[in-house]
C-alpha cells in the first residue's frame, strides 16, 4: 500500500528546473545586481521606503499598537526611478525589466512571530521575461476551495485579528470546518518532518521540500487525518492529499480552525511571499474565475475615516474588471474601486465589494473594518463563520455552519434568503433556489460597539439529467 501511493525516496529525484525569485535584503542606499536571463544584470538600488500605520487593539497589553500595513518602496532599476507597493494581496510589479515584490519591511518584522530581517527591505526580484512561478506549477493546497470563502482568510502580512498582541501573518490561513477538507501537496515534493501518530504539541506541522528550494511547512492538521504513509524522505506528487485540515494548535483544538501554508526558500531561511504563489495555484486549480478582493482587515478610530481598496481583485485570464460595486453596513451604496469612507461609532463592520468583469461575471469579497475607540478596553467584536461543502452546492443541499464569536450580545445568523436565526454554534441550512447568498451574522455591543461579519455562499443551478456540471 505505501508503494501504491509514495515513492520512498531519501534524496530528491524530481529535478525541477525551476528558477525562483531572488530573495534581496537591503538597507537604503544599498545596491545590488539582479541578473538576468541573458546573461547580463541590472542594478537594483534601494533609494527610500515609507510605512503606513493603523491602530490595533492588543488585549494582552490592554493598549494599541502602530500596526504597519502597506509600505511604499522606492528604488531605481539602472537609474529608473519607481515606487513599489508592499502589503497583503500585492502581486509583483515590473521595473525596468526586472518584476519586484515587496517581502517585508523593517516595521513588520515584529509581532507574534518574528521575522528575523536585520536590514531595511526584503525585496523579491525577477527578470520580467520569466514568469514569476511556470504554469501549472503549484496547486491550491485544499481541494474543494473557493477564492475568499471563509472570513478566516488571512494572507501574507495581514493584520491577524483579534489576536492578544499584534500578529503580522506569514503565509495563507484557509479558515475551514476541521475534519471535512483534503489538504493537498502544492507541488512534487519529499517529506522532511511529520509531526508523528500522536501529534507535536504544537500545530502538527508537515514540512514538504520541493527540488527548487522551497520549503513548504502545512500547519493545524489534526494527527489522526494525516496520512501516516507521510514519514521523511517520502515523495509526494502535485496534488496527492497528505490529510485533512484541522484546528490543532499547542497540541490543543482552537477556535479558529484552518489550514495554514507558508513557503520558505532553503538557501536563505527567509520567508517568501506567499500571495502571488497562491495565486497562481488558485489559477491553476479553479481556472478562469474572478478573484474579488475588498481588502481584508482594516482598523481605524471613531471618527475617522479610511480609503477601502479593491482595486487588487484580479480577473480571469484574458479579462478585465470593469465595475466596482460596494454595499455597506449602513446599507448605502458606492462605485468604484476605491471609496473613502468615514466612521463614527466603534464596532465592526463588513462592507462588501462586488466586481465584475467585461464578460458580465461576478464575484463578492468583504473587507472587516475595525472601528476602535480610543477608551477601549476589550477586542472588536468578531465572528468566525465557516461551512461545508463550499463547491457542487445546490438547491436543496444541506449546509454545515459552525459559527464561534466573541465581544457580542444577541447574535443572530441571517442566511440571506429571508432565513433568520439565532445565534447557535452548529446549524444547517439548506437553500431553494440558485445564487448567491450573503449569510450575515450580527451582534449587539457588549462593550466595543455591534458587530457585522460575513460570508457568502454560492448556489449552483440545477444539473438536469444530460446537462454538463455547472460552476466548480
Known sequence: MLKSLFAVMIPLACAVAAQHPQLIEMNVGDSVKVPLASGKSRTLKLVAYTEQKEPYYEPANNGFADAVVSAEVVVEVDGKRATVVGGPFHMPAAVNGINLLVGTTRGWTGGIVPDHMSKDVRLEAQDASQPWSEPGRFVFPVRHYRWRVMNYQHTWLGLAVNQARLYYHRGEDMGMIPDLEESLAMTDAVVRKVPGPQGDGASNTVILEDGSGLVFHYAHMNAPNILPELQPGVQVKQGQKLGLTGN??????????????????????????????????????????????????????????????????LAGDG??????????????????????????????????????????????????????????????????????????????????????????RDVTIDFGDGTVVPYAENTTHKFGRSGTYVVTVKGTDAGSGPGTLKVRVIVEQQRLPGMASVGG
Open 248 to 313: 490543532t494548535w499547542r497540541g490543543a483544538p482552537v477556535k479558529d480552525p484552518h489550514l495554514h501554508v507558508e513557503v520558505h526558500a532553503k538557501q536563505s531561511n527567509g520567508f517568501r511571499n506567499t500571495f502571488p504563489l497562491f495565486v497562481a495555484a488558485y489559477r491553476n486549480s479553479f481556472p478562469g474565475e474572478l478573484l474579488p478582493i475588498a481588502g481584508g482587515w482594516r482598523h481605524l478610530f471613531a471618527d475617522g475615516s479610511i480609503a477601502l481598496d479593491g482595486s487588487r481583485s
Open 319 to 408: 479579462r478585465k474588471i470593469v465595475s466596482y460595486e460596494w454595499t455597506f453596513t449602513d446599507g448605502t451604496h458606492a462605485k468604484g474601486a476605491t471609496v473613502r469612507r468615514t466612521y463614527t461609532q466603534p464596532g465592526t463592520y463588513s462592507e462588501q465589494l462586488r466586481v465584475t468583469d467585461d464578460r458580465g461575471r461576478s464575484d463578492l469579497d468583504f473587507v472587516e473594518v475595525f472601528v476602535l475607540s480610543k477608551q477601549q478596553h476589550a477586542a472588536p467584536p468578531y465572528a468566525l463563520i465557516d461551512y461545508y461543502p463550499i463547491r457542487g452546492i445546490r438547491p436543496g443541499t444541506e449546509i454545515a455552519f459552525l459559527t464561534r464569536y466573541n465581544n457580542m
